[in-house]
């Protein structure tokens, strides 16, 4: 079983003596683990001696209205997954622990990047994301961090503040793990009825589809009009849409696609919408050669 540590300084009392010998992973997560998490652990296991994984349900990325008070809180559960996939600790601190101030008066993201996508819909979410993350790259000191693939606008916002506040942690971002039925996994499905849990998978089908599309051809109008149309497809298959739309693999705007697919880069369609209680996101990559 791995040891649970709730408070900073025992946690680090035991990495210190540690970290100079050994490659310390840590896998930050918001708990309610499921095989997507566990695939996170597996991958750190073989970037790392040590892996540590932090379960804090972080109330400052949450805005008002959202599910902060509901979000399911399952840490003996969780910990007992994380002992058939060899975790070693678990890092779940109170909120006291973790703000001595709420809110935080520091924050360390800014720029076009938090405020698109996830970020306009979810005002403020990534300055929460942005100061749990880098106070859990402070408490742990990670020689290497995973995060999912899933959680694509975040990846991106964590891989920028690593370069520019120059933390020396190594980010791997590891595959969306889905369920049989190309459902991407997430805590969050389980706020879905039995009905929706059917519908759902459409979501990842409009995706390949739309991404299929975009590979055969090359013309810039044409990219707006499949992207219409896949809305209209999602719209009318039940879901509403937060944003669907197809960026580079930095989040930029599309404005030439015939360039870039002469380049070789790829494309992301990008895609969070809404199937009853839970708002499902939803990636898929685009590559051309
Ligand atoms: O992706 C998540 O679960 C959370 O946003 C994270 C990275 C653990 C920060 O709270």
Redesign the pocket.
Known sequence: MPTIYHHIAALQDTLKPLRSEQRIALV???GNLHDGHLELVKMAKQQADIVVV?I???PT?FGEGEDFDSYPRTLDEDVAKLATVGADYVFAPSIDEMYPVLPPPTSVLAGAITTQLCGQSRPGHFD??GI??SK?FNIVQPDVAI??QK?YQ?LAI?KQLVRDLSYPIEIVGAPIVRAADGLALS?RNQYLSAAERQMAPILHQELQRLAQQLMAGNDQHELKSLLAETQTRITDAGFTIDYLDVRTEQLDAVDNVKSLKENNQKLMILVAAWLGRARLLDNEIVTFN
Do not use: A, K
Request: proline fraction near 5%; avoid cysteine.
């Open positions: 930050p997560t918001m932090s804090f349900v972080n990325q929460g994301v749990v993350v859990l995060f999912g959680d975040q964590i805590s």
